[in-house]
Structures are given as structure tokens and as C-alpha cells.
């Protein structure tokens, strides 16, 4: 059966994307498999499940409404408390127009961020204190 061997994620400065979900994740950087092999490709650290990202160097521009994105989740983090970690590490709030008006109490909350080269994604997680999304 085919598996997902890694994610590309195209970025125009792959040090900085590398380093922000580097951070965000807890990811190490894959050593280089060959020489010359220049690929900036993060991993869960062994024995983690996940799956690795790389980052593909791209000109095309961040989608605002992209088609394929990550959904991360906060785990036993406050999701306030993650969103804003990752805010410190460089991601950005995005005006997301989608969040539900009528949000459901058994749903985990979630807000859209980018990354510090646009790229959005969810995190969703529990709230201490609930509220509405976003």
C-alpha cells in the first residue's frame, strides 16, 4: 500500500520555514541522505510519530485559500496558549471569514494562522475558559 513519505511545502526561504516548524513541531532536521543532497527536510525526532516536511524552495505565492493545508493540534495545551506560541515563533493571525457563527461545544475549537512565508494552517485544541472560534 502506498504511505505518505513526507510533505512538501513550498516556501521562498527555506531556512526560515525550516527553523519556525522546526520550533512549532519539535521537529530535527533530516541529515543529508547523499552528498550534495542541499534539501532542508525535518522529521519527528526517533521514535515520535509524524511525518517529515520539506521544504521545497517555490516562487509561486501562498494561496490564501489554500486547497491542502495542516490541521496541528494544541494536545493538552491550551489552544490559546499554543496559538500563542506559535504567534512568538513568527506565525501570523489570518482574518479567517469561515469560523463558525454557531459553534459547537463538543467540537475542539480552532484558529487559521500562516506561517512566517504565508502558508496557512489550523490549530485546533480546548479552550480553559470557552469562547467563540477565532
Known amino acids: 500500500m502506498t504511505t505518505i513519505a513526507q510533505i512538501s511545502l513550498g516556501v521562498t526561504d527555506d531556512v526560515r520555514a525550516a527553523e519556525f516548524w522546526r520550533q512549532a513541531l519539535g521537529y530535527v532536521r533530516r541529515p543529508p541522505r547523499f552528498d550534495g543532497d542541499e534539501w532542508i527536510v525535518l522529521e519527528p525526532p526517533p521514535g515520535t510519530p509524524g511525518v517529515a516536511i520539506a521544504m521545497d524552495v517555490s516562487e509561486s505565492p501562498a494561496q490564501e485559500f489554500p486547497r491542502i493545508h495542516f490541521d496541528l493540534s494544541a494536545g493538552d495545551r491550551d489552544l490559546d496558549?499554543?496559538?500563542?506560541?506559535?504567534?512568538?515563533?513568527?506565525?501570523?493571525?489570518?482574518?479567517?471569514?469561515?469560523?463558525?457563527?454557531?459553534?459547537?461545544?463538543?467540537?475542539?475549537?480552532?484558529?487559521?494562522?500562516?506561517?512566517?512565508?504565508?502558508?496557512?494552517?489550523?490549530?485546533?485544541?480546548?479552550?480553559?475558559?470557552?469562547?467563540?472560534?477565532?
Open 81 to 134: 496558549e499554543e496559538v500563542d506560541r506559535l504567534v512568538a515563533l513568527g506565525a501570523q493571525r489570518v482574518d479567517w471569514p469561515y469560523y463558525p457563527e454557531d459553534p459547537r461545544p463538543e467540537e475542539p475549537a480552532y484558529v487559521v494562522l500562516a506561517d512566517p512565508e504565508g502558508n496557512r494552517f489550523c490549530v485546533e485544541g480546548r479552550r480553559a475558559v470557552p469562547r467563540s472560534q477565532g
